[in-house]
């Protein structure tokens, strides 16, 4: 695999990393809930996340759903019910005080916060569509295991310090204070941007 073909795959999966969705959405959450360690735990979640739709688009991902169209469409409406759900709980929180409300909508220890960032990547189809489709036609068929490797390890890095810095962003005292001032709108702000995009999900 070419140096050039290496970085334009890397610069293609920055790219998508750093476009909106429900992994960026619920980094900020995190960030201005639980501070830097917490989002930067949901932050590794969402890159393990990306890596397994990467690694199932280099073994295949596209061919399986051109073959069995109906389990990407189970995908999205998994999907889309997670992410409305997640989106319920954050709308029916925005009036609660933010310590009495922070532990039923986000994760509170690290562990916690790297699963929900693990299933909030596979929730959402997007990534699975993006490295089924785009990402692998950048990749040369006969890149050699070690390319293959460290283009997956450029996966995970792009993901983790993209949202590492968006938890970054939002955990500043002068974020949280702004937040804990005007908490019932940002919630439901943010529960309405996430109920619209597994609407979304589920519509395409």
């Not at 189970?74 to 922070?102: C, H, N, Q, S, Y």
Request: net charge positive.
């Amino acid at each position: 695999m070419s140096a050039a073909a290496f970085l334009a795959a890397v610069s293609l999966c920055l790219m998508a990393a750093i476009s909106p969705g429900p992994a960026v959405l619920m980094s900020a959450r995190v960030g201005l809930q639980h501070g830097l360690k917490t989002g930067a735990a949901l932050s590794v979640g969402i890159g393990l996340g990306a890596v397994i739709w990467a690694g199932a688009a280099l073994f295949g991902l596209a061919l399986l759903f051109e073959y069995a169209p109906f389990l990407l469409t189970v995908l999205k409406i998994g999907g889309a019910a997670f992410l409305i759900w997640t989106a319920i709980k954050m709308w029916r929180a925005a009036d609660v005080p933010l310590e009495d409300a922070a532990t039923d909508v986000t994760p509170t220890s690290p562990w916690a916060a790297l699963r929900l960032g693990i299933w909030t990547q596979l929730a959402n189809p997007k990534p699975a569509v993006f490295f089924g489709a785009v990402f692998v036609g950048t990749v040369p068929g006969d890149a050699s295991p070690l390319s293959l490797a460290l283009l997956l390890v450029c996966i995970f890095l792009g993901e983790f310090l993209w949202n590492t810095c968006v938890a970054r962003l939002f955990s500043l005292d002068r974020t949280r204070q702004v937040y804990i001032g005007l908490k019932h709108l940002i919630d439901r702000v943010f529960g309405g941007l996430l109920a619209a995009l597994g609407i979304k999900i589920a519509a395409l």
